[in-house]
């Protein structure tokens, strides 16, 4: 199972659209390699969407929530590294025109708003780059 992270889950609600699988609080994460990139790392009432599944599921059922690991580093990417490299270029590009160290910052956290809109904007599509599979606990 290299390249997954998984995580235990209950099914909460099941719909046309999909699954709710709610996370299983883990000690295990706390020493798991990929904690920093896990969307699931943070236990607390998480809730995971499932679209793609097989077989037969019901409420209440225990089940496994898999996710790549490419998926954490595609968080990170989108979530961390393009805001802080946004933010940098802008402090750069504003320091070489001669711009005051004050309206640089602020001109720099000023092109986050339109960074995290645009993010929000293609939520949905983002959604389905972070799709999880599940399989029933065994």
């Known amino acids: 199972m290299s390249g997954e992270i998984t ?14 699988v709610g996370i299983i609080n883990e000690s295990a994460c706390a020493s798991c390699h990929a904690q920093g990139s896990c969307t699931a790392a943070d236990m607390k009432d998480k809730e995971v969407e499932i679209h793609h599944f097989e077989g037969n599921y019901s409420v209440g059922q225990q089940v ?7 998926q954490g580093f ?18 750069i ?9 004050g309206i640089g910052g602020l001109l720099a956290l000023a092109i986050l708003v339109p960074y995290y809109f645009i993010l929000f904007l293609f939520r949905n599509r983002m959604k389905k780059t972070f799709e999880f599979e599940i399989k029933p606990l065994q």
């Open 7 to 20: 995580h235990t889950g209950i099914i909460k609600k099941l719909s046309e659209k999909g699954i709710i």
């Open 64 to 70: 496994t929530v898999i996710g790549k690991t490419s």
């Open 74 to 91: 595609k968080a990170l990417l989108w979530g961390y590294l393009m805001p802080f490299i946004l933010l940098l270029t802008v402090l």
């Open 93 to 101: 590009i504003t320091t070489s025109l001669n711009i005051s160290e």
